[in-house]
């Protein structure tokens, strides 16, 4: 990728790693969806651009660009990972399940769907997490949140999972890829779709699995840190509203 538009050096992915606490490989996955390469690009190393260096930081410290030396005070200022955030719980996060399906909920609605209350995730309700009707048509939305790093039992957060939410948010992928196709067995037939918040590493894994997912005909929201929802239309494509 050519180097125009670098104000001075600009770090590498490795480096915005080690910046913000993530992986290289998590780094280079962002980058892959949000600033799709030419052929002849793939494989070479990253030239960032500020641009993407600005994305890369908003994405992985929590919506705010800092400078490498705002990034060395926050490193030391930051709790520790076996420490909550004082008065802050996992339900309060935007990509916590509960929040990405009311915010797909409400989407859905301003686009003429009925859609009555859902399964309550909180409780851990059995059930379809949301049926969407408009027209005759039913539309069942398989739901999942982000994994978070603690547990969301208040009696255990002070501990940390010993899964990585980035292992976990893989295994969730799994679950509900088997749930929705298992739905699209129902009788009568159903239209089958899949909800996640905007995060790289599903964004990573919808871009591994795009082809089997679209040939399956089953529609992917993504839900956005502003609430906002769009429809995944693959790897190159990104989203629209």
């Known amino acids: 990728m050519s180097g125009s538009g ?3 050096i600009q770090p590498t992915p490795d480096d915005l790693a080690r910046e913000l606490g ?5 780094v280079r996955g962002f980058l892959r969806t949000r600033f799709p390469r030419p052929e002849c690009d793939k494989g ?25 030396s705002d990034h060395s005070k ?14 802050r719980t996992y339900h309060d996060e935007w990509f916590w399940e509960g929040n990405v399906q009311g915010a797909v909920r409400t989407h859905l609605t301003s686009q003429g769907w009925s859609v009555p209350v859902g399964a309550d995730t909180a409780s851990k309700e059995q059930g379809d997490d949301l049926v969407a009707t408009r ?27 010993r899964t990585s939410p980035t292992s976990q948010a893989h295994h969730w992928f799994a ?9 699209m067995d129902r009788r009568p037939p159903v239209t089958v779709a899949m909800a996640f918040p905007d995060r790289p590493r599903f964004l990573d894994l919808l871009a591994q699995t795009w082809s089997a997912i679209s040939l399956l005909g089953i529609k992917v929201f993504l839900v956005h840190e502003d609430g906002s929802v769009s429809t995944y239309a693959g790897p190159k494509g990104g989203g629209s509203a």
Do not use: C, H, I, N
Request: glycine letters at 10%; aromatic letters at 4%; proline letters at 7%.
């Open 44 to 68: 070479t190393a990253w030239s960032l651009t500020a641009e993407q260096v600005a994305a890369v930081r908003q994405t992985f410290a929590g919506g705010q660009a800092r400078s490498p």
């Open 6 to 8: 670098l104000e001075g």
């Open 74 to 87: 926050a490193s030391r200022d930051r709790p520790k990972r076996s420490e909550p955030v004082p008065g």
């Open 175 to 183: 679950q509900a890829m088997l749930r929705t196709t298992r739905t």
């Open 135 to 161: 027209g005759g048509e039913t539309m069942v939305v398989e739901v999942k949140g982000y994994p978070s790093r603690g547990y969301a039992d208040p009696k255990r957060a002070a501990e940390v999972k």
């Open 22 to 26: 993530t992986t290289g490989r998590q």
